[in-house]
């Protein structure tokens, strides 16, 4: 397989982080008396903070701001992304051979800096990265190409010579119509997608320890 830069989701992909949100969306519906529809987590998972604020907004017709919600999922986020996310399994060894291969790495999440940094430095992959891209740095979340056409500018690498990698069909549609090639990665809250994940996507994955690598090594 030919590509030069490897773009990757955190949450779900990278980062084994689904469950913290799925107890901080619990927490928070909580304390307002609300349930957690069946769908909540897989409908916000491909939104950038803002969207997924104003879809809980209209959803449950809150009356708080945009601005309120995302701080309080930042403050109920930030100690568990700190200190309790771990990476996905086989996730460092995969990152070191593309390193090693010379692939230039990039990140493309909807969480905003202040989670992802502190998660990546205690799991000790930070500086593998070339490119650390946020949906808070484009105008659209994975829902739109955006994210990844901008993680390939940063990484100066054409959208034909970047693999992406997802958990989430919206991701996956997303980086497929920003020209590059896409593989899915198994999530659990996206399991009712794997089919259709997988009639899209270049590949798919359980995890990485299978995941591709380039034909040769790429020439910096």
Not at 7 to 32: C, H, P, Y
Not at 77 to 84: F, L, T, V
Not at 120 to 148: R, W
């Amino acid at each position: 397989m030919d590509f030069q830069s490897a773009v990757f989701d955190l949450d779900g992909t990278l980062l084994n982080s689904m469950d913290v949100w799925e107890k901080i969306d619990a927490q928070f519906l909580f304390k307002r008396g609300l349930p957690v529809p069946p769908n909540y987590v897989t409908e916000i998972c491909a939104r950038s903070f803002e969207e997924a604020a104003q879809y809980t907004i209209e959803l449950f017709g809150l009356s708080e701001s945009v601005d309120a919600i995302i701080e309080e999922w930042n403050r109920m986020a930030a100690y568990e992304y700190k200190n309790n996310v771990g990476l996905m399994p086989y996730t460092l060894e995969y990152l070191t051979k593309l390193r090693e291969a010379h692939v230039k790495l990039a990140v493309a999440t909807g969480l905003p800096e202040e989670l992802y940094k502190p998660c990546l430095l205690h799991n000790g992959i930070y500086n593998m990265f070339d490119a650390l891209c946020s949906t808070d740095q484009v105008e659209h979340g994975k829902e739109y190409p955006d994210i990844f056409l901008f993680a390939a500018d940063v990484l100066q690498v054409a959208p034909s010579k970047c693999i992406v990698f997802e958990d989430v069909l919206p991701a996956v549609k997303s980086a497929k119509q920003a020209g590059m090639i896409v593989y899915g990665v198994y999530d659990k809250y996206s399991a009712h997608h794997q089919t259709e994940i997988t009639a899209l996507a270049d590949g798919y994955l359980l995890d990485f320890q299978s995941a591709p690598l380039p034909h040769r090594e790429v020439l910096r």
